[in-house]
């Protein structure tokens, strides 16, 4: 039996931590593309060791958020890594009676190995980079990625 899961990147929702709009107008500084290329590097083939992913020129200045809520959209259409995953068993069932028999199971998650970056702990719209323009580390890989292959083993005996 095989289970495989495959889907697009998750889009991008940018913000900026040096908004001082009053939190009773309950809104965030949501900064707009400003035409510049917004990807420094292709999101479906991304090296961490080549840089950040996005590209801090894109976007609005985090400076221009003086009372100010920003023109971007809520949600972006730019979309990070996408994700795919296939999980592997085969069983094997042997009688050894008539009323006793073993089962034999080997099951493979990840079975190809492959990793996708992901986010763990605290990050805005689940992504696993950095998408807070005022941040130093804007557009940079937050370092998590999905769980390597996992293989087990199992006997079972069936009566």
């Keep these: 039996m095989t289970l ?14 040096t908004c001082n709009v009053p939190s009773q107008f309950d809104m965030g500084c949501i900064p707009a593309l400003t035409g510049a290329k917004p990807f420094l590097q292709s999101p479906g083939s991304y090296n961490p060791d080549s840089g950040p992913l996005l590209n801090a020129a894109a976007f609005e200045s985090p400076d221009a958020f003086n009372f100010y809520a920003g023109s971007g959209p809520r949600v972006s259409n730019l979309r990070g890594p996408g994700y795919t995953n296939q999980d592997l068993s085969l069983m094997k069932n042997t009688k050894l009676t008539e009323k006793v028999g073993l089962q034999f199971r080997v099951e493979a998650f990840n079975v190809w190995n ?12 689940t992504t ?26 199992g006997l079972a005996v069936t009566f």
């Excluded at 495989?4 to 931590?17: K, L, T």
């Excluded at 492959?114 to 719209?125: D, I």
Aim: with cysteine; proline share 6%.
């Design 114 to 125: 492959l990793h996708s970056f992901n986010c763990t702990t605290r990050c805005a719209g």
């Design 4 to 17: 495989v899961r495959a889907s697009s990147g998750v889009p991008f929702y940018f913000r900026s931590s």
């Design 128 to 153: 696993a980079f950095v998408t807070d323009v005022a941040s130093p580390a804007f557009g940079d890989w937050n370092g998590n990625v999905t769980t390597p292959r996992t293989v087990q083993f």
